[in-house]
């Protein structure tokens, strides 16, 4: 039996399980089992690579980053982007690190896409926030990143710094923050949502719920709005695509 897995905490939220054994079931693909397996350390991060026990695994918060350090084969796209989303068995036994996590979101966004979204606000600082950017450059989109800790880091701003007439002049806006997230559906990034209009575009990379309240009061604004789900379906087919190597 070939065995996948999600590794990630916490993961009752999981939208790859599911996705994955109901891709099984409907194609017919007998023999594959897909797991979650909840990793709450580094250490526990550490021996799930080394021991390299599943035929691929996707990951998500809060490993995407940390899980370079320990991997000795990664994808050009992951090393440019500083993330990996989706791990895979080598003949040598080890895991070899991709991001397809960039792919899923430029194929979210590039249809949404109007003349006027030239410049972009990208809520929060993590690992999904490294392939948004890394998108935003390839399309050349001007952006600015949106932190609860900002620092001295060029590019970045503090959510208390941030101005309605900097959301004006952003006409995309991408929240990649678990901010809203269920079970924690009554939170939302705290932004100037007065700045926001017919104009803009917002995608959450949150799909549970399906409607946000970031998005929420997007679309009270008249923003046209985007939720997370395709862009997640859109990522587990490339992950797929890797693992019987298909790309």
């Known amino acids: ?7 990630g905490f916490p993961l009752g ?3 790859s399980k599911s996705y994955f054994q109901s891709k099984f079931e409907r194609e017919g693909l007998a023999g594959l089992r897909y797991d979650n397996v909840e990793i709450e350390t580094e250490d526990s991060l550490k021996a799930f690579i080394d021991e390299a026990n599943f035929e691929g695994a996707n990951i998500t918060i809060p490993w995407k980053e940390k899980a370079l350090e320990y ?6 796209e992951s090393k440019e982007i500083g993330s990996v989303n989706v791990l895979k068995k080598m003949p040598s036994g080890q895991y070899k690190g991709f991001n397809t996590d960039w792919i899923g979101f430029k194929e979210t966004l590039r249809p949404l896409l109007k ?6 606000l990208i809520l929060g600082d993590g690992g ?7 998108v935003f450059e390839k399309l ?3 952006y600015q990143i949106v932190s609860r800790n900002p620092g001295d880091k060029s590019g970045r701003i503090a959510y208390e710094n941030l101005r309605q007439i900097d959301v004006r002049n952003a006409p995309i806006i991408i929240n990649c923050t678990p901010l809203g997230m269920y079970p924690n559906i009554d939170t939302y990034p705290d932004i100037p949502y007065s700045g926001i209009d017919k104009l803009h575009l917002l995608i959450d990379l949150v799909y549970n719920p399906t409607e946000t309240i970031f998005l929420k009061k997007g679309a009270e604004k008249g923003a046209m709005i985007k939720n997370g789900y ?4 859109k990522q587990a087919e490339e992950s797929w695509k890797i693992w019987n190597d298909q790309t």
Do not use: C, G, N, Q
């Open 71 to 76: 991997l000795t084969e990664l994808s050009h």
């Open 128 to 134: 999904a926030t490294k392939a948004v950017m890394y």
């Open 230 to 233: 395709d862009m997640l379906v």
């Open 1 to 7: 039996m070939k065995r996948y897995a999600l590794i």
């Open 115 to 120: 003349p006027w979204h030239t410049s972009a």
């Open 13 to 15: 939220h999981s939208f």
């Open 140 to 142: 050349e989109i001007d």
